[in-house]
């Protein structure tokens, strides 16, 4: 995960979190589990991806838990673009 890389931190999480989670599972998420949507805060990934991105980039928990929430919200959008 360290060797995926991005220009920032919302790059990074971008990279990885498309590498590990499909759009449709990741639809199904929300970073506090609202609107009827698992909570992905809870997850070991996210723990994990978290601790990678305050290694690799000089960053505060909240910026990478924020750039993580904004993927996950941007999910159905991604399903609907063509490939």
Same mark, same amino acid.
């Given at each position: 995960m360290r060797r995926v890389g991005g220009k920032d931190t919302q790059d990074l999480v971008r990279r990885t979190l498309g590498l590990m989670?499909?759009?449709?599972?990741?639809?199904?998420y929300s970073w506090?589990?609202?609107?009827? @949507?698992?909570?992905?805060?809870e997850f070991a990934l996210a723990?994990?991806?978290i601790e990678v991105a305050l290694n690799v980039k000089s960053v505060q928990? @909240?910026?990478?838990?924020?750039?993580?929430s904004n993927?996950?919200?941007r999910a159905k959008d991604r399903m609907k673009k063509p490939e």
């Amino acid at each position: 995960m360290r060797r995926v890389g991005g220009k920032d931190t919302q790059d990074l999480v971008r990279r990885t979190l498309g590498l590990m989670i499909s759009n449709p599972s990741a639809a199904k998420y929300s970073w506090l589990g609202r609107r009827q @949507k698992a909570a992905f805060k809870e997850f070991a990934l996210a723990k994990l991806i978290i601790e990678v991105a305050l290694n690799v980039k000089s960053v505060q928990k @909240k910026e990478v838990e924020v750039a993580i929430s904004n993927w996950l919200r941007r999910a159905k959008d991604r399903m609907k673009k063509p490939e």
